[in-house]
């Protein structure tokens, strides 16, 4: 992996949905295997362009959700290199058995997209917010699961699935993300960035997708109160780097996870899993309490859920005193 933080928590002026469109419309230049499926959000995504250019590989379906991943597995039957985007309501909920039997079971390779991840959905409401889409996903054998943090993170990730085998499903943010990452950082899938560490770290805070500007601000408050703390980025929430996630949790002594998603389903179980087989220590979940979503802007929604830095801080503070 080559990286670079940028961390100034300032918006990026790129739309992280125009990293899906560039790379595509690389990845189709180059490769007269790759298809790209849409539902009526071409609009929405920028990838009109890809329809024009590559009429006969960028395919409308519709609002039809359930027959798009129908019509994604008859692609990668044939030998296509499918890439499928919907909200992440409906590329998950809506279409679930159809990818589950048609892709999966079936050992076809279709890598699926869901923009507006978690709260991110803002004034579309509780209907179109996905706050257990990834751990959907989580639970069909052999995928890969990703939670993309920002523009470069998704370019990078995007060009790796490609030549990534079996179903994949990346959520991501459409657009007005922090910036997190200089452009040209590249990424490996499977394995965790360690943003922030010393020798002395007090607790490992393990996040993803938005979460991660919001573990950088913690880190910098705890420090400035003398406390320090590791931040690792765990972008790929299956396979998950367990390796990084025991040595953090042996090193440190507790865990913090911080997730835009239900904390019952997805990367807070996920890191609950793999310590509890044989490295078990004080976890505190920041993320969705088993709660629906709702109408609102999404600064009001981070709020509303605690999805904060501050409320990453309270749990590292509780994290630590159960420690002792």
């Known amino acids: 992996m080559n990286i670079k933080l940028i961390a100034k928590h300032e918006k990026d002026a790129r739309a992280s949905r125009d990293a899906i469109v560039t790379t595509l419309e690389e ?33 409308q379906a519709g609002i039809a959700e359930a027959n798009a991943a129908g019509v994604c597995a008859g692609l990668a039957a044939t030998g296509k290199n499918v890439f499928f985007h919907s909200f992440g309501t409906f590329s998950s909920r809506r279409c679930y058995d159809q990818i589950y039997m048609s892709a999966a079971y079936a050992g076809l390779t279709v890598h699926v997209l869901g923009s507006d991840a978690g709260v991110t959905a803002a004034f579309n409401g ?64 499977g394995k965790g960035v360690v943003l922030h560490e010393s020798g002395e770290d007090a607790c490992a805070v393990i996040c993803s997708g938005i979460m991660v500007d919001e573990a950088l601000k913690a880190y910098e408050s705890l420090q400035a109160q003398g406390i320090t703390i590791r931040v690792i980025d765990m972008f790929t929430w299956k396979p998950l780097d367990e390796a990084l996630v025991r ?78």
């Not at 007269?32 to 539902?39: F, G, L, N, T, W």
């Not at 865990?255 to 793999?274: I, R």
């Not at 309490?289 to 859920?305: A, I, K, T």
Request: hydrophobic residues 40%.
């Open 27 to 59: 990845l189709m230049d180059a490769d007269p295997s790759v298809c790209y499926v849409d539902c009526d959000l071409m609009g929405c995504l920028n990838t009109k362009g890809l329809w024009k250019k590559h009429p006969d590989r960028a395919i």
């Open 126 to 189: 509780g209907t179109h917010m996905p706050l257990e889409d990834a751990g959907m996903y989580l639970s069909i054998p052999q995928t890969t699961v990703i939670d993309a943090c920002d523009y470069d993170q998704l370019y990078s990730v995007m060009h790796s699935l490609a030549h990534t085998q079996g179903v994949s499903y990346t959520r991501f943010v459409r657009k007005d993300v922090i910036q997190v990452y200089a452009p040209g950082s590249q990424f490996e899938i």
């Open 247 to 324: 040595k953090a949790a042996a090193e440190t002594g507790c865990v913090v996870t911080a997730e835009n998603h239900n904390v019952t389903c997805g990367l807070g179980a996920a890191v609950a899993s793999c310590l509890a087989k044989d490295h078990p220590v004080p976890q505190e979940f920041v993320g969705v309490q088993d709660r629906f979503g709702q109408v609102g802007p999404q600064s009001f929604l981070m709020d509303e859920y605690g999805l904060r830095a501050a409320d990453i801080e309270a749990a590292v503070k509780r994290a630590i005193a159960r420690k002792s």
